[in-house]
Nanobody, 126 residues
Framework: HVQLVESGGGLVQPGGSLRLSCATSEFTYSTYCMAWFRQAPGKEREGVVS???????QYADGVKGRFTVSQDSGENTLSLEMSSLTPEDTAMYYC?????????????????????WGQGTQVTVS
């Protein structure tokens, strides 16, 4: 049973930084796509960054240069380092995964390709 558990959200001032983590039991799969999504009130869930088992990373245009994704296979953790945060980054952040293929669809395809989701962690920039 795949479980994704996010942590690290909180309240931060504009210009500040936060580090989100997603703990998963399933980095042992040889093929995967994992991603961070976010959803602000009244808005659709949007992709922030994805990384596949080949190491290919996609960032949404609005976070390039500010957000950095990394993975620690030894700890089975996917992390998102966020800096230069603005109020527009306020949202619930979700970790997502798909293990059926070894690459990620474009982020613009939205959440549909992902099978597994965490419960989310709130990030508030104010």
């Amino acid at each position: 049973h795949v479980q994704l558990v996010e942590s690290g959200g909180g309240l931060v001032q504009p210009g500040g930084s936060l580090r989100l983590s997603c703990a998963t039991s399933e980095f042992t799969y040889s093929t995967y796509c994992m991603a961070w999504f976010r959803q602000a009130p009244g808005k659709e869930r949007e992709g922030v960054v994805s990384i596949d088992s080949q190491g290919t990373i996609q960032y949404a245009d609005g976070v390039k240069g500010r957000f950095t994704v990394s993975q620690d296979s030894g700890e089975n953790t996917l992390s998102l380092e966020m800096s230069s945060l603005t109020p527009e980054d306020t949202a619930m952040y979700y970790c997502a995964a798909d293990y059926s293929i070894g690459y990620c669809h474009p982020l613009t395809m939205g959440p549909e390709p992902y099978t597994y989701w965490g419960q989310g962690t709130q990030v508030t920039v104010s």
